[in-house]
């Protein structure tokens, strides 16, 4: 196969460059005449581009077939294997083990009751026993040798079925288009005619991205295919997925693009897919996490992370696709190194898409609020509760107080757990919360409506929290933020300077959200 790649690279290179130069000729004058020139289009629009597509196929085979040859290194040394004879047997052993391990535990209690210990049956026994250990042990070891043959063998084959596909799509509507290019008809003026012929390959080789498939074989890449194994044997019996083996699936299938997956992992997908974008299931989804035994961080970051995924999945394609932009743009440098206007481009056509997609922000942040605060409340009403239990058991002399989740006796507590919420990495530090592993940006720092600021919604959020949280007057509020903000930036000079301009010591702006979010909270708690 190697030396085909080589004469197949040496025929498109030199058909390559024979275009190169006859188009050269042309646009030189070196060939003229209205033959030369109307010949030239068909050059220019289907053949010259088809062999420069099919020359990066050719290579695209050349490099993943370097990557099948590390990846078969692995599991050569078997001799052939057939999965499903190895799991079949796998299958039988197991089923001997069972077997093997009851007759022990039958000698055992057997052994337990013979009180004799020099007598003949017990010496019997114990031999049985001995022999039936060794038998485990041989079963048990035949049983991890099936166990690592079987391993090796699904990521062999998760690695190279990702591998020729692109590029043997291209050969094939290649070999489809030099059947219809000897269809195509020329007159002797050099104008061609495609009347009646299928040409539908030209555009279809012109879509096909080349993507080469390394092998990889780094520990993530193998603990990630286990990973996915066990979700797969989850799926088939028909058991549900938690959020994080789901999270697992995803990043499994992303990063295996090409691979043709079972019709139970991508009917999983869909439909959580248009589960997580359903508003109604979103509202089920937060109400289990408030009743759930989770601490009331963990909650907090639940519902942020359920929030996240109905604003990704409402509006995926365009994520997926911004991503994908910045990926290529980041893979020599930092995002914030690549040149502003490119940056511009790509983050306005995402903004575009996302004010098309119908989202009133500004309702979901409110209810992702007000979902938040629903949680301290029940805090508070739980803490109250255990207080006055308490009081029933034991008191102070004269201690007649019983208190109720007005109280603003924790307002101590309540500060400190606010500032648990709000600090950077923190559940609501949205502005530098990446939304998973895969795709590390916010959601929340793009401009959902207008010309919101990357940090309007944290502030906002911050506000409108903040008021229900700990019920300060506004100012209190926001000069609480600038302090915050100070503790940040350790910067003592900016703080003064933020703090006689009226932005409370804050950045610019930041002050203006959280009132946005203060003013939303008084105008909902009427």
Request: proline share 1%.
């Amino acid at each position: 196969m190697t030396n085909n790649l080589q004469v197949a690279n040496e025929v498109t290179d030199r058909l390559s460059s024979g275009c190169d130069h006859l188009i050269s000729s042309l646009n030189s004058g070196e060939l003229t005449g209205a033959a030369y020139t109307a010949g030239k289009g068909l050059f220019t629009d289907v053949i010259i581009p088809s062999i420069k597509k099919l020359q990066a196929a050719v290579d695209d085979i050349q490099l993943e077939l370097t990557s099948y040859e590390h990846a078969d290194a692995q599991v050569s040394g078997y001799g052939d294997l057939d999965l499903d004879q190895l799991k079949e047997l796998k299958k039988l052993r197991e089923e001997q083990l069972a077997i093997v391990e009851a007759q022990i535990q039958a000698r055992e209690n057997w052994l337990n009751q013979i009180t004799d210990l020099f007598s003949l049956n017990w010496g019997k026994a114990f031999s049985e026993k001995t022999i039936l250990y060794n038998t485990k042990f041989q079963i048990e070891s035949g049983i991890q040798d099936l166990d690592d043959k079987i391993e090796k063998l699904e990521f062999f084959v998760s690695q190279v079925s990702q591998y020729f596909n692109d590029s043997l799509e291209i050969l094939s509507l290649a070999i489809k288009g030099t059947t219809q290019l000897s269809k195509i008809i020329v007159d002797s003026d050099g104008n061609y005619y495609a009347d009646g012929v299928d040409m539908s390959w030209v555009q279809k080789m012109k879509d096909v991205k080349i993507e080469s498939a390394k092998y990889d074989s780094s520990k993530k890449a193998k603990d990630l295919h286990k990973e996915y194994q066990k979700i797969l044997d989850k799926l088939e019996n028909g058991k549900e997925l938690s959020d994080k083996e789901f999270q697992i699936l995803e990043s499994y299938v992303h990063h295996h693009p090409q691979i043709q997956f079972p019709q139970v992992v991508t009917e999983k997908l869909k439909a959580e897919a248009t589960n997580r974008a359903n508003p109604e299931k979103l509202k089920e989804k937060v109400e289990t996490i408030k009743k759930s035994n989770k601490t009331s961080m963990k909650k907090v970051d639940l519902i942020v992370k359920a929030y996240e995924d109905y604003l990704f999945y409402s509006n995926r394609e365009a994520f997926e696709e911004y991503w994908k932009k910045r990926k290529e743009l980041t893979q020599d440098k930092d995002w914030k190194d690549v040149d502003s206007k490119i940056k511009d481009t790509i983050e306005d056509n995402l903004n575009v898409e996302l004010k098309k997609s119908g989202i009133d922000i500004k309702e979901v942040y409110n209810n992702l609020a007000d979902d938040i605060l629903s949680i301290h409340e029940g805090d508070m009403k739980q803490r109250n509760y255990l207080i006055n239990e308490g009081r029933k058991v034991w008191k102070s002399p004269g201690d007649d107080i019983m208190i109720n989740s007005a109280d603003l006796t924790q307002v101590g507590i309540d500060l400190t757990d606010f500032v648990n919420l709000v600090n950077t990495g923190k559940p609501l530090d949205l502005k530098s919360r990446n939304y998973n592993d895969e795709l590390e940006f916010s959601l929340w720092s793009r401009k959902w409506e207008g010309n919101l600021r990357d940090d309007y919604l944290g502030n906002y959020l911050f506000g409108y929290v903040a008021k229900g949280y700990l019920g300060m007057e506004d100012e209190q509020i926001k000069n609480y933020a600038g302090l915050a903000q100070l503790a940040s930036d350790k910067d003592v000079v900016k703080f003064f300077k933020n703090k006689s301009n009226g932005n409370f010591g804050d950045n610019e702006g930041d002050a203006s959200a959280i009132q946005d979010g203060i003013d939303s909270y008084k105008e909902n708690n009427k």
